[in-house]
């Protein structure tokens, strides 16, 4: 069984760079069938796509927020990180690395989730 | 971005009530469609994707259909574990989006 666990920071002061990692435990980051990607939620709202990346290590941003976005694999580890530098308290939200299905398939698998708070 | 509309906002239902959520996108997106269910606290779960396949171990009384820009998931009979937001996605294009929810409440 599958299974992907975010972990980091859970409080990040404004300026300074987020830094998330997702463990995937059950399976190869480095399978050609899916891609793995990056979802926030801030508090109370709804789903926010921040970018995604591929076995071969190409990535995709979210250009709303692109300048302050890397998003690495390690696949050696079997993990994949986030960075998202100058955070401001627009930042603070829930950060949920997932497991995408190429072509027309969706987000299959999730982890929990880790709760990001940008405060001083 | 495409972006991506629910109706309605919220509802209120009870068990064995049949419920149907729609999502309408700004441009067409064909197929790339996926619907999540979303309880307090916990992360999305994939419920269905290509607009109309069942995700494994999901229950058959959810069913989705639609493509272009209109698509519709639909709950034949309300069950108590189903109380939860509903979020629709394309996958179409970069970035994909997710419409904004639609929160099911108990009557």
């Known amino acids: 069984q599958l299974q992907l666990q975010e972990s980091g920071p859970g409080l990040v002061k404004p300026s300074e760079t987020l830094s998330l990692t997702c463990n995937v435990s059950?399976?190869?980051?480095?399978?050609?069938?899916?891609?793995w990607g990056w979802i926030r939620q801030s508090p109370g709202k709804g789903l926010d796509w921040i970018g995604s990346?591929?076995?071969?290590?190409?990535?995709y941003y979210n250009p709303s927020l692109k300048s302050r976005l890397t998003i690495s694999l390690d696949t050696s580890k079997n993990q994949f990180s986030l960075k998202v530098s100058s955070v401001t308290a627009a930042d603070t939200a829930v950060y949920y690395c997932?497991?995408?299905?190429?072509?027309?398939?969706?987000?299959?698998?999730w982890g929990q989730g880790t709760l990001v708070t940008v405060s001083s | 971005d495409i972006q991506m509309t629910q109706s309605p906002s919220s509802l209120s239902a009870s068990v064995g009530d049949r419920v149907t959520i729609t999502c309408r996108a700004s441009?067409?997106?064909?197929?790339?469609l996926n619907w999540y269910q979303q309880k307090p606290g916990k992360a999305p779960e994939l419920l269905i994707y290509?607009?109309?396949y069942l995700q494994s171990g999901v229950p058959s009384r959810f069913s989705g259909s639609g493509s272009g820009t209109d698509f519709t998931l639909t709950i034949s009979s309300l069950q108590p574990e189903d109380f939860a937001t509903y979020y629709c996605?394309?996958?179409?294009?970069?970035?994909?989006?997710f419409g904004q929810g639609t929160r099911v409440e108990i009557k």
């Open positions: 997932a497991r995408a299905q190429m072509g027309v398939g969706g987000l299959d698998y």
């Open positions: 059950g399976g190869s980051i480095s399978s050609t069938s899916y891609y």
């Open positions: 990346i591929y076995y071969s290590g190409s990535t």
């Open positions: 441009q067409s997106i064909s197929s790339y």
């Open positions: 290509a607009a109309s």
């Open positions: 996605q394309q996958s179409y294009r970069a970035p994909q989006t």
